[in-house]
């Protein structure tokens, strides 16, 4: 199976893996209902069970395995939840940019983004001790705006966008920028999530289903000598019986020499030398458009 865009990973490994938290907790509820979501005690319930009882969990697998992996924090889920931000940093692992609240980049004028996204910012200097390197858009909604701020502030990396399976480089005037792609293929929301009160009505699968699609896709990044980044959500896969069977997977995985786990910012570090060495990392010309596609003059 080819890849056009290999990228030789360090030490000799086969293929490069990060298993992403997305701690998104209770702002999905707030976000999408703000009069009422305060007061809507179920969904804060299942949100909240993904700081206070997944992160430890996932924390303490990690640790008994010698994984340091990479948690996405919306920068409000930060400061409810200081005793998760804690659990994650002692257990020597990233967190990364994922707005201030969950609000969706797309839906925000560019003077709201901006302000909301520094305000988040803020919040990580002041909680871990340094600014973010990386940013996941909510709902992977990334807008070229989003783009341009983040290599104007200097970000390494990106992870909401889908044009590769293997890490590219995005380029624009103004500089360049990692992303570390995602896909729906890779996301637990389609077969774990079932969230009524905003609209997100799907079958919930069997942990075994659910997790296959994505050890699959695992196999494949393997045998192809790529990339695998599921994108998880603490709420979800943190939940007993999934995490079960997840540990389980992981405990087997890390019997080989040859995977690579690690979290998304030292990928990005190797992905970006690998680029500046000249060993063709492949390259995405931004932005994609100038102005709206359309039929009419
Ligand atoms: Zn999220």
Partial sequence: MILSNKIQWPNGARCACAITFDVDADSLIHISRPTDGFDRLSPISMGRYGPTVGVPRIVETYRRLGLKQTFFMPAWVMEQYPQAVDTILQGGHEIAHHSYLHEDPSAQSDAEQEYWFDKATDVHVAMTGQKPRGYR????????????????????????????????????????????????????????????????????????????????????????????????????????????????????????????????????????????????????????????VHLGR
């Fill in 137 to 292: 858009a909510p709902v992977y909604n990334v807008t070229q705006k989003v783009i341009d701020r983040l290599i104007a502030r200097g970000f390494l990396y990106e992870s909401s966008l889908m044009a590769d399976d293997n890490p590219y480089v995005m380029r624009t005037d103004a500089g360049e920028l990692i992303e570390m792609p995602v896909h729906w293929g890779n996301d637990d929301w389609p077969p774990f999530a079932h969230y009524a009160e905003i609209g997100y009505l799907m079958p919930v699968r069997a942990p075994s289903d659910g997790l296959r699609a994505f050890f699959e896709e695992f196999d494949a990044a393997y045998e192809a000598g790529g990339f695998w980044m599921p994108v998880l959500h603490p709420f979800l896969t943190g939940r007993l019986a999934r995490w079960m069977q997840m540990e389980k997977w992981l405990e087997q995985v890390r019997t080989r020499d040859d995977v690579w786990f690690a979290p998304l910012e030292d990928i990005a570090r190797h992905v970006q030398a690998e680029h500046r060495a000249g060993r063709g990392v492949r390259v995405e010309n931004l932005p994609y458009y100038q102005r709206p």
